[in-house]
């Protein structure tokens, strides 16, 4: 046997050799270096991309329902502010020559009246040019009216994108509502769209209604409201017209009747709860 020379046990030994498709592990030198096969890659980026393609699609519907929750509330502090002011300049809603029921006149009139203290880009009153010309759709899905060619209510653009519509129903604002037990007495209805022209352009999703009453904008869908309330216009996205789920998002601050329902006002607030 030839002698070993000084040294060579300092000498790097031959890189070993494993099975096919397993880890390699370089063990020339005195650093140990792991690397990935192609396969064991393409496997990895596959799980990655599954697993994306079922949470990014619920994360993003949480980020846009909580935007919804905070234009929403933006919007009605900017109806309820406006109304405020107008009353102390105007007095209250029914002094506001609303002329008659549906009437063109009357809902411009008290349109104006609000617009004196809100940020406005456009008022068409009961002309077209503020609304997208199309119908508008349910919360159930069917379709309702088209608001750009409405004449008999009053509309304009805020600032900010937002859509209003105005219309009149009772010029003496005697058509009695109960609000969270309180019995009101309102003059018509108001709805917004909070994202525009934007899709989807759809009652309980991106457009919320209100009560226009002589004291106040009312959230259509309070608690132990008459009318147009939770249980019977939200509550189920199956067969609701999406026209009660106001009071809901601006309170319990959430869209969960889109996901669940079995949602009540006493014992129920989100779908997990």
């Known amino acids: 046997m030839k002698d070993k020379k000084m040294g060579d046990d300092q000498y790097p030994p ?23 096969t192609l396969a064991e890659v393409l496997i990895t980026l596959g799980i990655i991309g599954v697993v994306a393609s079922l949470t990014i699609p619920s994360v993003i519907s949480q980020y846009r329902e909580k935007q919804t929750v905070v234009k929403l509330k933006k919007a ?23 002329i008659s029921p549906d009437s063109p006149e009357g809902s411009n009139n008290a349109l104006n009246i609000l617009a004196e203290n809100m940020k406005i880009l456009k008022f068409c009153g ?8 199309m119908r508008y759709k349910a ?17 304009l653009i805020l600032s900010d994108g ?8 009772n010029s003496a604002c005697q058509e009695k509502r109960s609000n969270q037990g309180i019995l009101q007495e309102t003059c018509g209805i108001i709805m917004i769209d909070i994202n ?17 009453a002589k004291e106040g904008i009312i959230p259509h869908g309070t608690q132990n409201a008459t009318g147009y309330t939770f249980e019977n216009h939200c509550k189920d996205k199956s067969t609701a017209s999406g026209f009660g789920c106001t009071a809901w998002v601006l309170y319990n601050e959430n869209l969960d009747y889109l996901h669940c329902s079995d949602l009540n006002w006493n014992t129920k607030n989100k779908c997990k709860s």
């Open 14 to 36: 031959r890189p070993s050799l494993i099975r096919e498709g397993g880890m390699h592990v370089d063990t020339s030198g005195n650093i140990r270096r792991a690397a990935f």
């Open 76 to 98: 009605y502090s900017v109806l309820y502010n406006a109304f405020l002011l107008a009353k102390q300049k105007h007095g209250t809603a029914d002094e506001w020559n609303l």
């Open 126 to 133: 009961n002309n077209k040019g503020c609304f997208p010309d």
């Open 139 to 155: 919360l159930a899905g069917g379709t309702e009216n088209n608001y750009n060619t409405m004449s008999t209510g009053s509309k």
């Open 162 to 169: 937002s859509l209003i519509y105005l219309s009149i129903r």
């Open 196 to 212: 525009g022209e934007k899709a989807p352009n759809q009652f309980g999703r991106d457009t919320f209604w209100f009560a226009f």
